[in-house]
C-alpha cells in the first residue's frame, strides 16, 4: 500500500475533481524540496504520491486550484491549496482528502 494518497471533491458541484496538478514537497534545511508531482484522476483520486524512501518529516500536498477552476471558466480566491503536515511514522498510510469550492477548501486525515 502506499503511503501517500489523496482524493479531491469539488463541493461547490459535488463531483469529483478530475485533472487538478498536485505536488508533494519535503522541507529540507528550511527549503521546500517538490519529491513528486501527479494529476487526479477522473474520479478525483492518486492513489499514490509516496516518493522513493519515503521518511520522517515535515511535508506540503499541494493542489493547484487556480488552474482547475480557470479550466472550467470559475473564480476562485485561493491558487493553491497547501496540506502543511508532519509525518512522524513512515510505515503508516496517509490519506488526505480534499473539499474544494471557489472559495474555501478544508482537508482531514482519511482512513
Not at 505536488?23 to 501527479?38: A, D, M, R
Not at 494529476?39 to 499541494?62: E, F, N, Q
Not at 512522524?88 to 482537508?107: E, F, G, K, N
Request: glycine share 8%; net charge negative; with cysteine.
Amino acid at each position: 500500500m502506499s503511503n501517500i494518497s489523496t482524493h479531491i471533491l469539488d463541493t461547490a458541484l459535488g463531483k469529483p475533481a478530475a485533472q487538478v496538478r498536485v505536488w508533494l514537497e519535503l522541507s529540507h534545511n528550511q527549503q521546500w524540496q517538490t519529491l513528486v508531482e501527479s494529476c487526479t484522476d477522473a474520479d478525483g483520486r492518486v492513489g499514490d504520491l509516496t516518493p522513493s524512501g519515503l521518511t520522517a518529516g515535515h511535508y506540503r500536498l499541494c493542489a493547484d486550484l487556480g488552474s482547475y477552476f480557470a479550466a472550467a471558466g470559475r473564480d476562485t480566491l485561493y491558487a493553491t491549496a497547501i496540506i502543511d503536515f508532519v509525518i512522524s511514522d513512515a510505515t503508516q498510510h496517509y490519506h488526505l482528502p480534499l473539499l474544494v469550492a471557489p472559495y474555501a477548501y478544508s482537508t482531514y486525515r482519511g482512513s
